[in-house]
């Protein structure tokens, strides 16, 4: 079998910058890979039209086609002919590709299949942060969706809003992102040494950064030798205008609390395991997601998780069983969650084996490959 997935984005320095779409493609690529199907991405936006290999992977670039106010008719009438001209030479099967912006909306390949997976579209998040879509990408999205072969959702909370939001009846198979779990697995000499709580992912309102400080201050009244790490890319806040999350952040913490914050900015991907290795917790306070890879990784490394409570998260944790689950606005209990698993060493040890445990048997590679491969045989002709 022979699969493409079409992305804007893929974790690699030849392709740029990439988030949570990307990781979980490259991830569940390694795992096809291991079960001897072909995998082809075809990148599109990038700089120039190329061709590379990464460790197995056929990496696709393609170079956006510029025309002045139709740019992105010609860019998908290019990527329909890359499609075509790879399934009639039989290098492909079929295309996934993601619901972001709806860049199949306008595709329509002579035999391939195009199968959409949700990751959470535009319009989703936009719905989701309460602020407006711009039509277009709503419109776009909306009739890829419509078009599409078949359809997949990494948690059933993102098709059923897709739904909801789009005014649409279709059906999803739900068939979640996964990890390696043997790649994110604690080294036998544990290297934490101190009382960090880590957040890593994008500095972003929607991912509760704003709400986080707020949180930290009333933990750091009870533990003043705490100390909040974060990582990951700062970004434009859509809502104020101000060109940078963290300064916002920065103004939002207790002079005493902003002295125990440590921002690493981005980091190499590689060096995340380490980081969750040395923290003693992880937090997630976040609005919007899919589903998301960051939790699974910080589960699978044993680390207790306080996470936001909404929708998709009662898909990846159990409360008080693996994790605690918190509304993010409510920071008095957000924090005392964090204090609890601070003040009781024994509970973090326990919750995090019960994450772990979580991870194994229900987001693991070895197990949704194979629900993956059994999908893609259906819509094989």
């Known amino acids: ?3 493409a997935f079409l992305t804007p984005e893929y974790p690699h320095a030849k392709t740029g910058n990439s988030g ?3 990781t979980s493609i490259k991830n569940l690529a390694i795992g096809l890979l291991a079960q001897d199907v072909s995998v082809r991405v075809l990148v599109y936006g990038q700089k120039e039209d190329s061709l ?25 009438k290019k990527l ?3 499609i075509n001209e790879l399934y009639s030479n039989k290098e492909i099967d079929l295309v996934e590709a993601p619901d972001w912006t709806g860049i199949t909306s306008f595709i329509k390949p002579n035999k391939c299949p195009i199968i959409i997976r949700l990751h959470g579209s535009d319009t989703y998040f936009c719905h989701l942060d309460n602020r407006p879509v711009k039509w277009v990408n709503k419109f776009h999205e909306k009739r890829a969706i419509q078009k599409a072969d078949s359809l997949l959702s990494a948690s059933q909370f993102t098709a059923d809003k897709t739904n909801l939001i789009f005014n649409l009846n279709k059906k999803f198979e739900i068939i979640p ?25 994008s500095l972003i309102r929607k991912k509760g950064l704003l709400e986080l400080p707020l949180i930290f201050n009333k933990v750091i009244e009870k533990h003043p030798e705490t100390k909040l790490v974060l990582i990951g ?9 101000n060109s940078s999350t963290w300064e916002m952040m920065q103004n939002l ?28 917790i992880c937090v997630f306070p976040s609005f919007a997601e899919a589903f998301p890879v960051s939790w699974l990784e910080a589960m699978a490394m044993e680390k207790p998780i306080v996470a936001s409570n909404i929708g998709w998260a009662n898909e990846m944790i159990d409360e008080e069983k693996n994790g605690f689950l918190v509304d993010p606005k409510d920071h008095d209990l957000y924090a005392r969650r964090l204090i609890e698993f601070l003040e009781n060493q024994q509970l973090c040890l326990e919750t995090g084996k019960a994450a772990r445990k979580k991870v194994q048997e229900c987001f693991d590679i070895e197990i949704l490959v194979k629900r993956n491969i059994e999908f893609y045989k259906k819509m094989k002709v």
Not at 53 to 68: C, E, P, R, S, Y
Not at 177 to 201: R, V
Not at 234 to 241: A, H, M
């Open 1 to 3: 079998m022979k699969i």
């Open 20 to 22: 949570g779409i990307g």
């Open 52 to 76: 590379f290999d990464d460790n197995g992977v056929l990496i696709q670039q393609i170079k956006n086609v510029k025309v002045k106010g139709l740019s992105w008719w010609f860019t998908k």
């Open 80 to 82: 329909e002919r890359i």
């Open 177 to 201: 992102n996964l990890i390696d779990s043997e790649l994110f697995k604690k080294d036998d000499l544990d290297k934490q040494t101190k009382q960090n709580i880590l957040y890593f992912g």
């Open 233 to 241: 890319k700062d970004v434009l806040d859509i809502i104020s205008g």
């Open 253 to 280: 913490f207790s002079e005493k609390a902003l002295k125990n914050v440590e921002y690493l900015g981005s980091i190499p991907y590689s060096e995340i395991k380490q980081k969750i290795q040395e923290s003693k």
